[in-house]
T-cell receptor, first 110, second 115 residues
Framework: GNSVTQMEGPVTLSEEAFLTINCTYT??????LFWYVQYPGEGLQLLLK?????DKGSNKGFEATYRKETTSFHLEKGSVQVSDSAVYFC?????????FGAGTRLTVKP | NAGVTQTPKFQVLKTGQSMTLQCAQD?????MSWYRQDPGMGLRLIHY???????DQGEVPNGYNVSRSTTEDFPLRLLSAAPSQTSVYFC??????????????FGNGTRLTVT
């Protein structure tokens, strides 16, 4: 079945550092891929998505490229801010329901 | 624009009690779903619905019931609460079942503790 594996956290960075959160997936078809972000006490919000191979999703300085050859969708940001502290979830959907990774907690220190 | 509204925000139950978690959306979405979030396990799908009158089981349905009498509402019922059901519950909706790039819209969650 479909599944998502993302790097374990927590991740702690200093402000303005470069961020990478790894995500790989297993799917039988041609899934769409997503990154969601969860701030404390809130539900998940869509951060970005990509629907086919080689698509790049981007939003708020975050980027991720759909790599079919490596079955990956790594999240990157060139310069993180304290306000980026949150839990990040990689997810995929195919013809059925959305499957989520375990989540990676990011803390950015000033 | 309310989006997805969940009530209550917090709940404490004793083992064996029953309760209903409420979920309503005002976006005319056909697809609605319930997830539970547990540390280190991400979100796991409990039940989902692709339209009024249609429901189906997800990954972890045992101990939970759902119904969908209207497009807007999708309540989750715990029949006889157990400590293993201590979790944070999220309701989510989407224009269609999520294949094809349709993202989910989430409520703010219900934190449930069963003692």
């Amino acid at each position: 079945g479909n599944s998502v594996t993302q790097m374990e956290g927590p991740v702690t960075l200093s402000e303005e550092a470069f961020l990478t959160i790894n995500c790989t997936y297993t799917a039988t078809g041609y899934p769409s891929l997503f990154w969601y972000v969860q701030y404390p006490g809130e539900g998940l919000q869509l951060l970005l998505k990509a629907t086919k191979a080689d698509d790049k999703g981007s939003n708020k300085g975050f980027e991720a490229t759909y790599r079919k050859e490596t079955t990956s969708f790594h999240l990157e940001k060139g310069s993180v801010q304290v306000s980026d502290s949150a839990v990040y979830f990689c997810a995929l959907s195919d013809v059925g329901d959305m499957r989520f990774g375990a989540g990676t907690r990011l803390t950015v220190k000033p | 624009n309310a989006g997805v509204t969940q009530t209550p925000k917090f709940q404490v139950l004793k083992t064996g009690q029953s309760m209903t978690l409420q979920c309503a959306q005002d976006m005319n979405h056909e697809y609605m779903s319930w997830y539970r979030q547990d540390p280190g396990m991400g979100l796991r799908l409990i039940h989902y619905s692709v339209g009024a009158g249609i429901t189906d089981q997800g990954e972890v349905p045992n101990g939970y019931n759902v119904s969908r009498s209207t497009t807007e509402d999708f309540p989750l019922r715990l029949l006889s609460a157990a400590p293993s059901q201590t979790s944070v519950y999220f309701c989510a909706s989407s224009y269609i079942r999520t294949g094809g790039g349709s993202p989910l819209h989430f409520g703010n969650g219900t934190r449930l503790t069963v003692t």
